[in-house]
């Protein structure tokens, strides 16, 4: 199945996508259970998250409007989102 067939992002795939998109700020150890921690706490702003939208977007076919992405603040919601777009599809 490829990404755009996908029907669910699960939290570890989306920690990849985050670390290939944005980085990974070496103080942060994104390898822990990072589901609840807001992205601040991370050391991603705004614009990093647009960039994993934009990136999980192509990845996984899926329309999300940056309106959308500005009230996620944690890990588990950027994926509930996602997860929402793909069920609905």
């Not at 980085?23 to 991603?44: H, K, N, R």
């Not at 959308?68 to 994926?79: C, I, M, N, S, Y």
């Amino acid at each position: 199945m490829s990404a755009n067939e996908a029907t669910a992002l699960s939290i570890d795939e989306f920690t990849r996508i985050l670390r290939e998109s944005a980085g990974e700020d070496e103080a942060v150890d994104l390898s822990g259970d990072i589901a609840d921690v807001p992205f601040t706490d991370l050391g991603y702003d705004s614009l990093a998250l647009l960039e994993v939208g934009g990136r999980i977007a192509r990845d996984f076919g899926v329309d999300l409007p940056d309106e959308d992405l500005d009230g996620v603040e944690t890990p588990r919601a950027f994926v509930d989102l996602v997860n929402a777009v793909l069920s609905a599809r």
